[in-house]
Structure formats: structure tokens, C-alpha cells
């Protein structure tokens, strides 16, 4: 009997960061009869690592290639990266991708697509990148009912926080520091003022509980108007601010998305992860609490993932979204009040406590700084205006306890008023 010898073919569209990635490391792959069939790219005056003859600048000719057995998608561009993951799927073919943008807007679309013409698309590296975040959900967490996931899931942004942190520097030099060593983009907005998290939330949203919602009704706050006040704040709390997005069952089925800056304490899971490293906790009802942390993008790290679904593609894996076809969970903004720190302008701060009727537990005397507890509807209702006005909103568990903060801060002159 001749045995048949394994030989498969990847067109892959975009060769930046994560299509050289994936590129290096189907060659270190050659031998196991891999190879990347043709490569298309948008720019023909840009310098490249390989001979102009290996690149096509015309998609159809990767997507009208049928001697390919598998399409990675890996494009800095949204709404062409739709088109592409379209037309594959249409076209009932395999196709991996990396968007996390394009596939949090449009799951439903992506998953009809997938049953109606029998193709198939894997996102591994859209979340987490090197992280199997995803494909532990599904396979592992598949039929387990998942009491939270929580995690830090943007890179940039907890680079940025950890420099504050460990350098007390400001803001604008850690953002910049992170843009000069390629971990922030020229235009950081969807790390920093949360997108990016969103994205991967609404993504891991669908894996985890079988929720399908769109990032703009998700509630969200980013790092963008962080003050050296509240890092102060937190150290003095034995806390790290860090970016989380969570997922949190409550009563009747409904489960609870948010993004947003958190007061984590030491101790907990979250307050090791550090620099451009990425982390998940998945509680779930039975197996207890599990961790994962990684790099969470970078051209090899995330060509690596990207690798990971190609070979467990070709496979036969494909995402069977358990959860949604049992769960069924639906979205609610919750019940339980929050406390929220709001750092900003003291005539904002003052125009939102005149708006809302609540109670601050703390606040300093040039009402520049206030603690007060809030409901989940009250903080969505004026999530705009708090944006808009450049207020910094952070999130302080209930596990961190508020009780050293008027003596501390008295005592050691952090804050700049007497009190709080
Ligand atoms: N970078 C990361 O660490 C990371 C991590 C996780 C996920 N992702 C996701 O991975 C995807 C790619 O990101 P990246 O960082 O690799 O981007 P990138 O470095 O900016 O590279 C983008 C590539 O896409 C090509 N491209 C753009 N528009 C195109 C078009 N219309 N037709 C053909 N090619 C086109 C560009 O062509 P030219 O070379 O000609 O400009 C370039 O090669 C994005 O969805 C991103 O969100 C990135």
C-alpha cells in the first residue's frame, strides 16, 4: 500500500506582525510537509523580507486558488478582513483569523456562515494570542457551568500600568515607552480606552457562557485619564491597577460584561501579571478556579496560535459552541452596587454627583478625587459623560478593604488634600 505523503497548502493574507510570525514558524514546520502557497500583501513599495515575486497584491488570486487547503486571514484592516473572512466561508473553506474587531461585531453572521456552506473558522489567536484560551473553554469548559472569567486581556494597556506602577512616571512617557518597543500602535485609542479588551470579551462571551453581544452594548472604561493620584492610591491600598474584563454568571441564567480599571489586590491571580503578558481565571462551578497567562501578542506568539488552529484545522476541529447551543444565557448589567474611585476635573466630578444621587464613601476636599458606591444601571447611564468629561473610573472590589484610607492618607500626605 502507497502511503499518501502529507502536503498542505496556506494562503496567507497580511505578512505584518502576526503574518511574518506565522510565516517563520510554518517554515520551522517545513518538514512536516507544510508550506505557505502564496502570500498577499496591500503595499508594493514596502520593503520586505522576501523576493517580490513571492507576494500577490490581488486577493481573489489566494482566494480563487483552489490547490490551497486552508486561508489565514491576518489583515490590519477591518472592514476588507470581513469581506475576505465572507467569501471564504461562502465559499465553504477553512479560515483562521486573528480580528478580533471584525469577529466580536459579527459572530451570528460568522457562525450562520459556517453552518450554511459547511466551512469552517478558527480565531485562537484573536484573544489572548499565544494563550489556548478558547479552545479550553470549548473543549474543556464545554458542558461545565463557568461561575467567572475574568482576565487581563490587552497587552498595551497593562504594560502601560505596570511602568506607572514600578516608575511612578507619567501616563504620556509609559504610553509612549510602549509604542517605541512595538507594544502599542501609532494609534493606541482601542488599547487604551478599552476596545481591544471589549473585542476579546465579547468573543470569550460567546465560548464561555453562549452569549452572542455586540461590544457597543457592553460596558466599558479604559486607562486613558489614569493619574499618578491613582496609583498612589493603590499602593497605598497594597493594590495594582490593572485593566479587567469580566464575565460573571448571576441569578436566572444572565451573566454580567464588563471592562474596566480594577484595584486588584496582592495575592490575587491578576496582580502578578505584568508588562505586555496576558491572563485569564475561569472559575468554574465545579472544577474550582484555573489560571492561564502568556503573551498576549507579538509576531511569534501570535503566528503561533495562528498555527495552532491551521494544524487543528486541517484536523477536523472546528468550534462547536456548546455553550450556545445549550446555555442560552442572556446579558444584564446586574444588581449588585459597585464602588467606583472617579479621578478628574472637581467641576465634573461635581456635575455627575449633582446628576446622581449617591453617596460618596470617600472624597477629598477639592472634590477632585471621590469613592462612592454606584448601581451597574447608574455607572452605564453616565459612562458617556465620564468619558467625554476625562474622568479616570476604576473599579474597587469588595475584597479590598476602604478602612486604612482616611488614616493613610492623612498620615503619609499621598493624596493632595488633607482629606479624603
Ligand atoms: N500584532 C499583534 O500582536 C496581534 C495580536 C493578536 C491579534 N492581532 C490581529 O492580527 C491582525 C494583523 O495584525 P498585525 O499586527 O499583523 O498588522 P500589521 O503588522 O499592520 O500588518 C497588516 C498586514 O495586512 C496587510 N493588509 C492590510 N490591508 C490589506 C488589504 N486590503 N489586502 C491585503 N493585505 C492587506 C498589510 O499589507 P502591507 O504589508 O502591504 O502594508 C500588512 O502586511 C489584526 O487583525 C490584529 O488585530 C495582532
Known amino acids: 500500500m502507497k502511503i499518501q505523503k502529507f502536503r498542505k497548502r496556506i494562503g496567507l493574507i497580511g505578512f505584518g506582525c502576526v503574518g511574518q510570525g506565522l510565516y517563520d514558524v510554518v517554515e520551522a514546520n517545513r518538514h512536516l510537509g507544510w508550506e505557505i502557497g502564496s502570500i498577499c500583501v496591500k503595499d508594493k513599495d514596502k520593503p520586505r523580507s522576501l523576493p517580490a515575486s513571492s507576494f500577490t497584491y490581488n486577493v481573489q488570486e489566494v482566494l480563487q486558488d483552489a490547490s490551497l487547503d486552508i486561508i489565514a486571514e491576518l489583515i490590519s484592516d477591518p472592514a476588507e478582513a470581513l469581506g475576505i473572512i465572507r467569501q471564504a466561508l461562502q465559499q465553504g473553506r477553512t479560515v483562521v483569523s486573528a480580528n478580533k474587531k471584525v469577529i466580536s461585531e459579527n459572530l451570528p453572521e460568522l457562525i450562520q456562515l459556517q453552518q ?65 518597543l512595538g507594544f502599542a500602535e501609532a494609534d493606541p485609542a482601542l488599547d487604551v480606552e478599552g476596545g481591544d479588551a471589549l473585542h476579546k470579551l465579547c468573543i470569550l462571551a460567546a465560548h ?178 465620564l468619558k467625554q468629561q476625562g474622568v479616570f473610573v476604576a473599579a474597587i472590589p469588595a475584597n479590598v478593604s476602604l478602612d486604612k484610607i482616611p488614616e493613610r492618607l492623612k498620615a503619609e500626605e499621598i493624596l493632595p488634600v488633607e482629606t479624603l
Open 116 to 180: 450554511r456552506y459547511g466551512g469552517v473558522l478558527l480565531y485562537e489567536a484573536s484573544v489572548c494570542g499565544s494563550i489556548p484560551v478558547l479552545r479550553t473553554l470549548e473543549a474543556y469548559y464545554g458542558s461545565e457551568p463557568l461561575v467567572e472569567v475574568r482576565g487581563i486581556l490587552n497587552g498595551s494597556s497593562n504594560y502601560i500600568l505596570s511602568k506607572l506602577h514600578a516608575e511612578r512616571g507619567s501616563y504620556h512617557s509609559a504610553l509612549r515607552q510602549a509604542q517605541e
Open 208 to 385: 464561555a457562557y453562549g452569549v452572542l453581544v455586540h461590544p457597543e452594548d457592553v460596558l466599558h472604561f479604559g486607562i486613558q485619564h489614569i493619574s499618578p493620584e491613582a496609583i498612589e492610591l493603590a499602593d497605598v491600598l497594597k493594590c495594582r491597577i490593572k485593566l479587567v474584563g469580566s464575565l460573571k454568571a448571576v441569578a436566572h441564567g444572565q451573566v454580567v460584561l464588563q471592562v474596566i480599571p480594577t484595584f486588584i489586590p496582592a495575592g490575587d491571580a491578576l496582580y502578578d501579571v505584568e508588562a505586555e503578558f496576558n491572563g485569564l481565571e475561569v472559575e468554574a462551578r465545579f472544577a474550582g478556579k484555573q489560571f492561564l497567562k502568556g503573551r498576549g501578542a507579538g509576531s511569534h506568539p501570535t503566528g503561533s496560535a495562528v498555527w495552532a488552529d491551521v494544524a487543528a484545522a486541517v484536523r477536523g476541529y472546528r468550534y462547536t459552541y456548546p455553550k450556545l447551543c445549550t446555555n442560552q444565557a442572556t446579558v444584564t448589567a446586574g444588581d449588585t452596587g459597585l464602588t467606583i474611585l472617579l479621578q478628574g476635573e472637581p467641576e465634573q466630578i461635581a456635575k455627575f454627583l449633582e446628576q446622581v444621587p449617591s453617596e460618596a464613601l470617600f472624597q477629598s476636599q477639592d472634590q477632585s478625587q471621590v469613592i462612592l458606591s454606584l448601581s451597574p444601571q447608574q455607572l452605564g447611564q453616565h459612562a458617556a459623560f
